[in-house]
């Protein structure tokens, strides 16, 4: 098991693949080189907002709006309080995050098993490619030794410069972003007294899982028990564990079958739930 808690990790700005100024707190980072590696994030968008253009990755996401409005794609939006599960291969964008808007990200290796780079690979990558070339609008380009003038995604050159090979998008699973509004979903009782989930959906074929756990002050969460590594976000209220008491927006992460560990809620709590594709 491990913690992390927004209050104590220090924020950083994204590098220059794309434009705009977005503030991130990386909340915990999974193991590099393992088909579930991931990160969770809480951004708050600066002044000026932050864009993208419209491109995919080879990796899964969730999104959790907490606050404002996310343009994710043209005439689409998440509103606050909505969940968006963005599957390897399917496009979205252009981003146009406007200033203000606060969001939970979790980026993942998905059912493909190519795994995702980690927060420093990628950084450290933007930092080599800028001495060589330049981004612009979410666009690296460089001139080849010929003088012809190349542009690419930015991601995409970022994971190529970290992985040394050609990025092979996996094939989508799904025709779009699924967006979900946990407002309309109803409260299952756990086993537990004072316990209640809602599962949102279950992903592909390695079983990617997305729900809401909900632990009345004083009642006592197993947590740790899902066949996969499981990370969760704390939306409100506070918990406590192994006598210490965590409040909103601290992110825990358990592996595969290592509890069940005691959560009990010091008052109602509230968490974010996503379970991991199993390998």
Not at 66 to 87: D, N
Not at 157 to 165: D, I, K, N, Q, T
Not at 197 to 204: A, P, Q, S
Request: aromatic share 12%; hydrophobic share 35%.
């Amino acid at each position: 098991m491990r913690v992390s808690e927004a209050e104590k990790v220090q924020a950083g700005n994204v590098g220059s693949m794309r434009d705009g100024v977005l503030s991130q707190k990386f909340l915990l980072l999974g193991e590099e080189g393992s088909p579930n590696n991931y990160s969770i994030n809480v951004g708050r968008t600066g002044s000026g907002g932050w864009t993208t253009p419209r491109h995919k990755h080879n990796f899964d996401q969730v999104r959790y709006v907490l606050k404002g409005t996310y343009p994710y794609a043209k005439g689409k939006v998440m509103t606050e309080g909505t969940v968006g599960y963005y599957p390897e291969g399917v496009p979205y964008g252009p981003q146009d995050r406007p200033e203000g808007l606060e969001m939970m990200v979790c980026q993942f290796g998905g059912a493909s098993g190519q795994g995702y780079i980690s927060v420093h690979e990628r950084e450290a990558a933007n930092a080599r490619l800028s001495q060589r070339g330049s981004f612009k609008d979410g666009i690296y380009t460089w001139f080849d030794d010929k003088g012809q003038k190349h542009n690419q995604d930015g991601f995409e050159a970022c994971f190529e410069e970290v992985m040394g090979r050609k990025l092979e998008y996996p094939k989508p699973r799904y025709e779009d972003i699924v967006l979900m509004h946990p407002e309309n979903y109803a409260w299952v009782p756990d086993a537990a007294p004072g316990v209640a989930t809602k599962w949102m959906g279950i992903f592909g074929e390695r079983l990617a899982k997305i729900g809401f756990v909900r632990i009345d002050a004083g009642a006592t969460f197993g947590a740790g028990t899902e066949d996969s590594l499981e990370v969760m976000f704390l939306a409100e209220g506070s918990v406590t564990l192994n006598g210490d008491t965590y409040g909103p927006r601290s992110a825990f992460e358990f592996k595969a079958k290592e509890g069940p560990i005691a959560m009990t809620a010091s008052e109602d709590a509230t968490l974010l739930r996503m379970v991991l594709p199993k390998f």
